[in-house]
């Protein structure tokens, strides 16, 4: 980069604001993704003038410039492909206003989701879309990428919580989308096209987000079963009863063993668990626990084991966020990686999904861990593969092709909550070839010079194994990313 364009970005953030420092430059290079590149500067901005006036420097500089909150995205979302500036917002981290009366509060997009669900239960109030990544995760983030979690069923993605933005678009004007109404027809919904738009649209300075009432009570059953089908039957027989829990999370025998080696919560050594969340008034939660065991045990289950105790709710849930470290310890040679890792399909589908995958592992001899927020359909599958073997990337490259073809055949969609980034742009493009070229035209109206995070979504081609985090296994397909 050249020494003027950091003087100047120097003279915007002051000295304290930005780094080249190879260090920090070679860090802010990973999220949690396989993808890796280092970026040629590290901005930190803290009030959006500051946005601003970098957003304009790059657009005229033509310098690439990726937006990024935690970097916990897993599909190479705040990867600078293009080197550039990597814009790291978590030092606006204020909640700026806290409206319980009017059901709304005012973020700055650092503001981290746990920080912001402290503030709001101390009034009873939450942010219920329960992102595995919550202790981390940024509320910018979360809105570029639609986050949700293992509560959506009942209570929906972020977008469905967003009322409105402020946003430096790529020129570094700034604009107010929505409002700070829990109702508005006023015009197009351009807060609706910054959710998910994955730091390619815009930087988003301030989020207005509405909330929910926290529920007096809730309770969780383990339901065991000895086959991963019926437990994706139990799912599809619990909301066709009909029945609305807060959430079902699904694993099967890969990861139940995994995170069994290392935590120490003995769950039921079996081909597959559901653990089956109802939230609400006490009695009704009592209830409809009653009712949800029932149906568990109809569709398979050999055994299930309540509680409503807040602690052992919590143990087995931190059991279930546990899955991803845990993968990576399931075998010394292997490394777990988000591959595959977040396709929704119909409910009623899951049963033949999980199937598919299962059977699509063995054919490709890899090893596929499921499981996943099935309560809505949105399947978590992770990888396990030899880091620098060539031959074990290639078989999982195939796995993943042949279970997104499977996910579109039933009337799926390859990502329900992580985003496209790199590691799903070329099965989304296959999703979505009829709307491939609005998504373009939209993209140049916004950012004519392509500055904001180049290179993914619809921009990328070719192979997905690519830019890889692992220098061993680099080779010159990806350009040398590595040597860079
Ligand atoms: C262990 C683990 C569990 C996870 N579980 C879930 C889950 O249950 N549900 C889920 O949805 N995701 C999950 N994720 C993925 C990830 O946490 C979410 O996508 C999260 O919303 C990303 O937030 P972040 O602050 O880390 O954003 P980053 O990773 O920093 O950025 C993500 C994308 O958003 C853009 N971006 C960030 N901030 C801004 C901004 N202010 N303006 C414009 N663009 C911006 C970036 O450019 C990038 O494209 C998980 C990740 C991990 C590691």
């Not at 980069?1 to 802010?28: H, N, P």
């Not at 669900?117 to 940024?138: D, Q, V």
């Not at 139940?256 to 769950?267: D, H, R, T, W, Y």
Request: proline share 5%.
């Amino acid at each position: 980069m050249k020494q003027e364009i950091v003087e100047e970005i120097k003279g915007i953030v002051g000295k304290d604001g930005y780094s080249t420092d190879i260090a920090d430059l070679y860090v802010y290079g990973f999220d949690a993704s396989i993808h890796h590149k280092t970026p040629d500067i590290v901005v930190r901005p803290t009030t959006t003038e500051q946005v601003s006036a970098i957003v304009t420097l790059a657009n005229r500089t033509l310098t690439p410039i990726v937006p990024r909150g935690a970097g916990t995205a897993m599909c190479g979302h705040a990867v600078p492909l293009k080197g550039g500036i990597v814009l790291d917002l978590t030092a606006m981290n204020k909640i700026t206003e806290m409206r319980v009366e009017d059901l709304y509060c005012v973020a700055e997009p650092g503001v981290i989701y746990d920080q912001l669900n402290g503030e709001l239960s101390k009034r009873g109030f939450w942010f219920p879309t329960t992102p595995g990544s919550a202790e981390a995760c940024t509320i910018g983030g979360m809105v570029a990428t639609n986050a949700s979690g293992m509560r959506a069923i009942k209570y929906g993605a972020t977008r469905d919580y967003v009322l409105g933005l402020e946003v430096v678009l790529p020129t570094g004007e700034i604009i107010h989308t929505g409002t700070r109404t829990l109702k508005n027809s006023s015009g197009y919904q351009l807060d609706r096209l910054m959710v998910g738009s994955e730091g390619t649209l815009g930087v988003i300075t301030s989020v207005t987000l509405r909330f929910a009432v926290k529920p007096e009570a809730s309770a969780m059953t383990i339901a065991a079963f000895n086959s991963l089908v019926d437990a994706g039957r139990c799912v599809s027989n619990i909301i066709a009863k009909p029945l609305l829990p807060s959430a079902i999370e699904l694993m099967d025998s890969v990861t139940i063993k995994a995170v069994n080696k290392c935590m120490n919560v003995g769950l039921p050594d079996c081909e597959a668990i559901c653990m089956i969340e109802v939230d609400g008034h006490p009695a009704a939660v009592e209830d409809e626990m009653k009712i949800v065991e029932e149906i568990a045990r109809k569709s398979g289950a050999f055994s299930t084991e309540a509680s409503a105790d807040k602690k052992k709710i919590n143990e087995w849930t931190q059991a279930r966020k546990a899955i991803l470290p845990s993968l990576s310890r399931y075998g010394e040679n292997y490394v777990s990686v988000a591959l595959a890792d977040d396709m929704s399909v119909p409910i009623s589908k899951i049963p033949e999904a999980v199937g598919a995958f299962q059977r699509i592992a063995e054919e490709n001899g890899v090893i596929v861990g499921t499981y996943g927020h099935a309560a809505d359909g949105n399947l978590h599958t992770k990888m396990l593969v030899e880091p620098h073997s060539e031959e074990s990337w290639k078989a999982g490259e195939r796995a993943v092709g042949q279970i997104y073809d499977k996910v579109l055949e039933l009337g799926g969609t390859v990502t329900g909550e992580h985003g496209v980034a790199i590691t799903k742009a070329p099965y989304m493009q296959k999703e979505r070839a009829d709307s491939l070229d609005a998504m373009k035209a939209i993209k140049k109206a916004l950012d004519p010079n392509g500055i904001m995070n180049p290179g993914k979504i619809f921009d990328w081609e070719g192979s997905i194994i690519s830019h890889l985090r692992y220098p061993a296994f680099c080779d010159d397909r990806c350009g040398g990313c590595q040597k860079s």
